[in-house]
Structure formats: C-alpha cells, structure tokens
C-alpha cells in the first residue's frame, strides 16, 4: 500500500518526453523514465483505502496485484516486487509501456484526479528486473508427455506459451510472419515499444522450451487438421485482422490506405525485413488525412511525423469529450475524456464530429482531398455542412471487424459469435470443435495487449486441467 499519509505528502508525476520536435526526428522510444527515488515516491502515494478496485474487475485485466508491489518497492524490495508483478503478468514491460492503465482510472485516489502512476510503477519495476537479470528461463521440472500447438505469436499466444510450457507441455507456436509478437511487432510503432522487449521474451521462451515454427500461415501454407493431428490440444490467437469498411467512395485510388499496412511496412523497414512486392508507402512532404480516433489513429499520425509529413489531420466521428470527466458517475469504471496521446501532441489538426463522405481524386487516379462533413448525434452528415481537406495520403485506422474467415477458420468450421468473433467463453476457452480452443482478439475482437494477456493465461490454465485433469496455474 505505500505510504499512509504518501497521497497528502507527494504529488503524482510521471516520466517526461523528450520534447516533440526532437522526439520526431527518430523512430525509438522517448520517455525519459523516472529516478528510482522518484517512482518509490510515486509508489508511496498508495495509500490503505481498503478497497484497491485498481486490481479488481473494473481495474487491471490480468488482475495485478498493485497496493502489494507498490509496498514492496516503497520498502527497497524491488526483487520481490518482481516476482509479485510476474505471478499475475507474464510480460510487464509489454503493458507497462502501452496499457491505456484502466487501474488508474480505477484507483481510489482518481476521485481527487491524482490517481497512482501505477503503469510507470509497473514499468519501473519490470525493467529494473531484466535489467537486474533477475529475468530467468523457468524450465519446467518434469516433461507431461503432451503437446500443444498454438496459431498466433501475438500477447495472447505468447502468454499462453509462457504458461503451458513452464507446467511441462512441449509447446509449438505457428506464425504467418518471419518474426513473433503480432500487432506488437507489425502494427504498433518503435516510438511506443521498441522490438528488443519482445526478442528477450522470445529468447526466454525458447529456452523453456517453446518452439517457433514462422512463415506458416495455417489454413493456407498448411492445414489446421495437420496440427489437430499432431497434438493434444490446439489454440488459436490469431488476432482480428478484418479491417472495418470505410463506407465512403474513392478507395481505389492511389495514396488511400488502411493504417495497417502502412503500419507494418514501417516497421518492417526498421526491423530490416524486405517489403517484397509491395509499393512502399510513406508520408515523406504529405498532406496527410487519418480517418480513426484510437490507438492506431495516433500510430499513423505519429508514424507520418517521423516519415516528414507536412501537415496531419485526424478526422473523428465522435463529438470531442469533455476536458474532464464526471468522476461520480464514472468512477471505477473507464471514464469518457479529452485524452490526447503523446502522437496527437506532436502537431496533428484534430477534427471532431466530423465524418468523411468520399475520398476525391485527379485525372492520374491521385487521392488530393477528403470529402467531409459535420455530423449530428447519431452520425449522420448534417447537409451544407460539407468541407474538404487536402489530402496525398489518406489512411483508414477505423479498426478491425472480425477475424480473417478464410483459411483457417473456414477450415476449421467452428461457431461464431454475433460479430463473428470465434466463438469461446471466458471459463473453458473452447471452440465449438473438440480440442480447439480460442484466446484473444480472435476470440474477444479487437481489444488490448493486457486483455490478451489474460485470455492466453486463462486458456493455458483450462488446456492443462483438460489435459491433466488437475492444474496449478493461476486463472
Ligand atoms: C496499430 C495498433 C496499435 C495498438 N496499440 C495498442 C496499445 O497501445 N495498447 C494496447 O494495449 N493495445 C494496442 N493495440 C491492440 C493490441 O495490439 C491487440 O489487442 C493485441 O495485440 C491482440 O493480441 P492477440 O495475441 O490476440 O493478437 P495479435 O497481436 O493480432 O497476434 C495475432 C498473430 O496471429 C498471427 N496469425 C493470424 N492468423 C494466422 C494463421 N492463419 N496462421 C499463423 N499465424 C496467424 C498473426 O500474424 C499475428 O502474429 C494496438 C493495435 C494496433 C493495430
Ligand atoms: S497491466 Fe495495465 S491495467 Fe494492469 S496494472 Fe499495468 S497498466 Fe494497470
């Protein structure tokens, strides 16, 4: 819990930026992170208010158990704050550098607007950890006999991994692409989280054993049945890759995009992967547009900075939230305000209310404009309100609808949820196919690393009881 009295004595801060205009000129991380002084102060602010909802259902997804490593590093004792992180989280750095933190908003003290800096408590700790080298392989003791294969090296994947193969199953991870980490590898940007975090959880997890098997896209390069067959139980992560329809004309021409393969091909460039047959794409001396208010919005728009765009604007449907929050009626929960990431800080024009008709283009089949308008509360354009924005490169970061059907989930035939996610519960994970189970966006939809996290770490634990009728890991 900290300090009792540390929330009167000490103010929340949390680790700077390196200022925008330096911070544009590269593509790798830019906070500059906290003295160790500094964040035993911050973890001091922890105070005993009985209820931590930071850790409960409306808090952290993995369930981590904050007021007992905010203690545990507010008395010196960074190792067991380690371990305590680990036994809830397999992959602390991943989250602590990129969860949006709905602990935070949960935490007791948000009610004064000054919640703990749990992720920068949490990042703190998990990189003094493998700094330390306290980070170790955790090879299981004694080999089940048994084997699992897993689609998908994403955070759902990954932990799930992690988890299975520590209890002693041979684990074998199939990936479409050359390299592990999913969306955290391809689509999120190295200014938010550098590769070299994943590559070390790799390593760890080859050394307890998990094999990578990449460039196998199943259900195309090789069919699911052949890992149906060859093991004891199957799980697909393979994420929600189905972009959402635009719903406007002009997509056909040159220079509109969806944010993912832009996204990918930026980091496949700084990961020196070739970008094979693709036309590149980049926002070198661009007017660029970005349709989308979320996360990947702001990695496009941070992406077009560092690629030397000259001007950015960002197109949102919804109306533009308060500055801040009714905290009376929000608080625990996820709370509806003015967020504006560090991406969004570095210059972009943000338009709200604001929908997009047709994306317009020259004689040569150029995009050159956005076709816009203002919308009312239930999204419709409100007429005479038309106005167009200049635009070379236009992206669409309006999310994902659903898994790829084709391939292996075609393959697979297995029930489907309303929104056509695969169908699984949260208890069991299991698909509607025996010995098939699902975790992740491709279970969920589209959602964060820390949710992945979790779900890969409850479906290990149902595919050990099912396997071995008994189980000690953690839901
Ligand atoms: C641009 C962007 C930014 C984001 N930013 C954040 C953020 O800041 N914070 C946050 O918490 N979340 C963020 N997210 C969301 C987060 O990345 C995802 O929720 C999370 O990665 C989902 O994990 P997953 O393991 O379920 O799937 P994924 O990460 O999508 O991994 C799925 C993996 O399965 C592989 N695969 C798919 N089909 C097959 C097949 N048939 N055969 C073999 N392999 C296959 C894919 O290649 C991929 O590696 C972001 C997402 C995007 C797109
Ligand atoms: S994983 Fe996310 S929700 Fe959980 S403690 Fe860390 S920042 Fe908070």
């Not at 989280?193 to 390069?221: C, L, P, S, W």
């Not at 020196?272 to 728009?301: F, R």
């Not at 109306?319 to 009714?326: A, K, L, N, R, V």
Request: overall charge negative; some cysteine; charged content about 25%.
């Amino acid at each position: 819990m900290g300090k009792v009295t540390g929330f009167l004595e000490i103010e929340r801060e949390e680790p700077r930026y390196e200022p925008a205009s330096d911070r544009i000129r590269h593509f790798g991380e830019f906070t500059h992170p906290l003295s160790e002084g500094r964040v035993v102060d911050q973890a001091a602010r922890c105070m005993d208010c009985g209820v931590p909802y930071c850790h409960g259902d409306t808090g952290c997804p993995v369930n981590n158990q904050i007021p007992d490593w905010n203690d545990l590093v507010y008395h010196g004792d960074w190792e067991e704050a380690a371990r305590n992180l680990h036994s809830t989280n397999n992959f602390p750095e991943f989250t602590g550098r990129t969860c949006p933190a709905p602990c935070e908003e949960a935490c007791t003290l948000n009610l004064e607007d000054e919640p703990v800096a749990i992720k920068t408590v949490e990042q703190a700790i998990a990189d003094r950890a493998i700094r330390a080298g306290w980070i170790k392989p955790q090879v299981a003791e004694r080999r089940t006999g048994k084997t699992v294969a897993i689609v998908g090296s994403g955070p759902a994947g990954m932990a799930a991994a992690q988890q299975l193969a520590r209890v002693g199953h041979e684990v074998h991870v199939f990936e479409r692409e050359p390299r592990a980490g999913g969306l955290m590898r391809y689509g999120i940007p190295d200014f938010k989280m550098e590769k070299q975090h994943i590559d070390f959880r790799i390593a760890q997890m080859e050394a307890e054993g998990v094999t990578f098997h990449y460039g196998q896209n199943i259900g195309v390069d090789r069919p699911l049945r052949d890992l149906r067959d060859n093991h004891d139980a199957v799980l697909l992560c393979g994420g929600s890759e189905h972009p959402r329809d635009a719903g406007c004309s002009g997509m056909e021409l040159s220079g509109v995009h969806f944010a993912m393969p832009y996204l990918v091909q930026q980091n496949r460039r700084l990961g020196g992967e070739s970008l094979g047959a693709d036309q590149p794409i980049t926002a070198a001396g661009k007017h660029v547009v970005v349709v989308g208010g979320g996360d990947t919005a702001s990695d496009c728009i941070g992406t077009a900075f560092r690629q030397g765009a000259i001007a950015v604007t960002q197109i949102d449907i919804r109306p533009q939230p308060p500055e801040h929050e009714d905290k009376l009626t929000t608080w625990p929960d996820w709370a509806v305000k003015m967020r504006t990431s560090s991406s969004q800080a570095e210059g972009a024009i943000r338009q709200f209310s604001v929908g997009t008709l047709d994306v317009v283009g020259n004689n040569q089949g150029q995009a050159t404009h956005v076709r816009c308008a203002r919308v009312d509360r239930s999204r419709k354009a409100i007429p005479g309100t038309d106005f167009d924005i200049r635009a070379d490169l236009v992206l669409i970061a309006i999310g994902f609808a659903h898994p790829v059907l084709d391939g292996m989930l075609d393959e697979l035939g297995a029930k489907l949820d309303p929104r056509k996610n695969l169908y699984a519960d949260t208890f069991s994970y299991k698909t509607s196919v025996e010995g098939v189970y699902a975790a992740g966006d491709m279970r969920r939809g589209q959602s964060l690393i820390v949710w992945a996290i979790r779900e890969g770490r409850q479906a290990a634990r149902s595919i050990d009881l099912d396997l071995m009728g008994v189980t000690d890991l953690p839901r």
